[in-house]
Antibody, heavy 121, light 113 residues
Framework: QVQLVQSGAEVKKPGASVKVSCKAS????????MHWVRQAPGQGLEWMGW????????NYAQKFQGRVTMTRDTSISTVYMELSRLNSDDTAVFYC??????????????WGQGTLVTVSS | DIVMTQSPDSLAVSLGERATINCKSS????????????LGWYQQKPGQPPKLLIY???TRESGVPDRFSGSGSGTDFTLTISSLQAEDVAVYYC?????????FGQGTKLEIK
């Protein structure tokens, strides 16, 4: 069965960076994009970008350009999202979610359990 | 960016009654070459990740009860729950995956009246 298992909660100080992992299993890792979605406490869903798990190519939302880096390690079917220069507004749950690799977009059919990142001095 | 606007922001419906949530996109998410609407609906319960309910605006995801249905095309879409059950209490989001940045509606909180 498809599973996306994310790393555990993090507490970071303002200005620091955080790196969250998402380990995939139960499907062909390189056949999908992996997206990252942010959800601030009590707020809605915000798409941050995707990584093509096959090529490693990325597409970031303009809001996060220059601060986010998505990478993958195909040998262990894991993707990573690193967010730098953290501030209190980055306190949120971060989700990974997969979508099928195709020329246009596709639905997010499986999601990770979420990783809470708290930014506090 | 394509802006997704849901209405209402919150909704209270009696058990067994119909619930209807609307979603409007700022531009069409219908791709004319394949006649598909790049629109999905998700359900999120407290403390859980979102769950895909509907894709291509009207295709039910495997395992989703048939009381959930989606309709609409172009810029106007609707999620309908035909007979509300207690376990349907959640926040519902629409999302366009027509073009990046993929954007979500602000969410509609569904409660029991």
């Amino acid at each position: 069965q498809v599973q996306l298992v994310q790393s555990g909660a993090e507490v970071k100080k303002p200005g620091a960076s955080v790196k969250v992992s998402c380990k995939a299993s139960g499907y062909t890792f390189t056949g999908y994009y992996m997206h990252w979605v942010r959800q601030a406490p009590g707020q809605g869903l915000e798409w941050m970008g995707w990584i093509n798990a096959n090529t490693g190519g990325t597409n970031y939302a303009q809001k996060f350009q220059g601060r986010v880096t998505m990478t993958r390690d195909t040998s262990i079917s894991t993707v990573y999202m690193e967010l730098s220069r953290l501030n209190s507004d980055d306190t949120a749950v971060f989700y990974c979610a997969r979508s099928l690799l195709q020329s246009l977009g596709s639905r997010f059919d499986y999601w990770g359990q979420g990783t809470l990142v708290t930014v506090s001095s | 960016d394509i802006v997704m606007t849901q209405s209402p922001d919150s909704l209270a419906v009696s058990l067994g009654e119909r619930a209807t949530i609307n979603c409007k996109s700022s531009q069409s998410v219908l791709y004319s070459s394949n006649n598909k609407n790049y629109l999905g609906w998700y359900q999120q319960k407290p403390g859980q990740p979102p769950k895909l309910l509907i894709y291509w605006a009207s295709t039910r995801e495997s395992g989703v009860p048939d009381r959930f249905s989606g309709s609409g095309s172009g810029t106007d879409f609707t999620l309908t729950i035909s007979s509300l059950q207690a376990e349907d209490v959640a926040v519902y989001y629409c999302q366009q995956y027509f073009g990046t940045p993929y954007t979500f509606g602000q969410g509609t909180k569904l409660e029991i009246k």
